[in-house]
């Protein structure tokens, strides 16, 4: 979806939006993409729909036993996007089951493009979901609203700066946000730790909402 300020929210790929695996991994290297839970209901073959409008760029489908180069994707598709701000815009989606498009075909945002599978290199189902700006690829989350949970607290989802997309509907400013400054001291070490704890928590800091000073700097 493009908003009138030509920014991008991408639709979820799955009905299910639990993260197994973010941007890096929880040994912290690096994976460029999320792992999206697909076992659910006793299956692990799920619809998989199209993040935004594109044109269908690339296909692939496994040949049932490797697990390096491109074949490591399994069956996969690769969707074109209108560019942001004038760089090019892709998704990928991989492990799949089933293709439901074909290479040159329009798609449109949420439509039914193929299923959740086990295919490729893969420990687990699960989908493997790609965002490509300018040939990198960026952190999903990034393009992505905030309505996700992960599968464990290891799982990566931000960096400091980094936040979720919002729809226009979700415009209205958190709680959080509506608060001028709370100023709370002195407190002995402890309770700061306590408090900085809280914050970091709830990613107050991270969204730049907490701020410790020294006694000398509070004047
Ligand atoms: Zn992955």
């Keep these: 979806m493009r908003l009138n300020n030509g920014d991008v929210v991408l639709c979820w790929p799955l009905a299910l939006h639990v993260l197994t695996a973010g941007y890096f991994y ?3 290297s690096r994976h460029e993409a999320i792992d999206l839970r697909t076992n659910q209901g006793g299956s692990v073959v799920k619809p ?3 993040a935004e409008d594109g044109t269908v760029e690339e296909t692939q489908t496994w040949d049932g036993h490797t697990k390096t180069g491109m074949q490591s994707y399994g069956t996969m598709i690769r969707i074109r996007h ?3 701000r004038g760089v090019t815009l892709q998704t990928r989606y991989a492990h799949l089951s089933r293709l439901c498009v074909s290479k ?3 798609v449109k945002e949420g439509q039914l493009i193929g299923y959740t599978g086990e295919t490729g290199n893969i ?3 699960h989908l493997h979901f790609e965002v490509i700006l300018g040939g990198n690829r960026r952190n999903p989350l990034v393009w992505l609203d905030d309505d996700f949970t992960t599968a464990n607290t290891g ?3 931000y960096q400091p700066g980094e936040y979720a997309a919002s729809r226009p509907a979700q415009t209205a400013a ?6 001028q400054t709370i100023t709370i001291g002195p407190v002995s070490q402890g309770d700061a730790d306590a408090i900085l704890a809280l914050c970091k928590e709830r990613s107050l800091d991270q ?3 907490y701020r410790s000073v020294w006694a000398e700097e509070v004047g």
Excluded at 174 to 179: D, E, I, Q, V, Y
């Design 26 to 28: 929880s040994d912290g």
């Design 48 to 50: 998989v729909y199209a």
């Design 82 to 84: 209108g560019d942001y």
């Design 104 to 106: 040159g075909q329009t």
């Design 123 to 125: 420990s687990g189902a």
């Design 155 to 157: 799982v990566y989802t």
């Design 174 to 179: 958190p709680a959080a946000a509506r608060l």
């Design 207 to 209: 969204l730049g909402l």
